[in-house]
């Protein structure tokens, strides 16, 4: 059984700027980060109330994502630290063991189309940015 848990608290100097939520399928929407805390190109893990951790990114655009942040290929929480590219119009990570390729829009697995990872809604609130 999992318990509510607290909306998240921002420093004054950041509650302007906006919120990055996760939908957890429990949970409702969560807020994790801003989106200034998300840099093009690198990830960023975060820990879910349920326990379970997503790995997000942000694309040059604006637009962003997440995934879970297991490898389904070695059980290691790692696509947080992979690198991120696109192929045929899709972005991906790359995880940094196996490199397998993720899609950040649908989970599917590039290489091995046997094998995805979750995939978590994702909004911005506030700060007249929206994904």
């Not at 690198?42 to 995934?67: H, M, N």
């Not at 790359?94 to 809604?121: E, I, M, N």
């Amino acid at each position: 059984m999992t318990t509510a848990t607290a909306p998240l608290a921002l420093p004054e100097d950041v509650a302007t700027a906006a919120t990055v939520e996760i939908r957890c399928p429990q949970q409702g929407w969560v807020a994790v980060c801003t989106l200034d805390d998300l840099t093009p190109g690198r990830g960023v893990a975060a820990l879910l109330p349920d326990g379970t951790q997503a790995a997000l990114f942000v694309d040059r655009a604006g637009q962003a994502y997440a995934i879970a942040n297991r490898d389904p290929f070695t059980g290691a929480q790692v696509l947080s630290r992979g690198l991120t590219g696109s192929a045929d119009g899709r972005t991906f990570v790359a995880s940094p063991l196996l490199k397998q390729r993720f899609d950040l829009s649908s989970g599917d697995c590039l290489d091995d189309p046997s094998v995805s990872v979750t995939t978590y809604g994702v909004r911005t609130t506030g700060g007249g940015r929206g994904c």
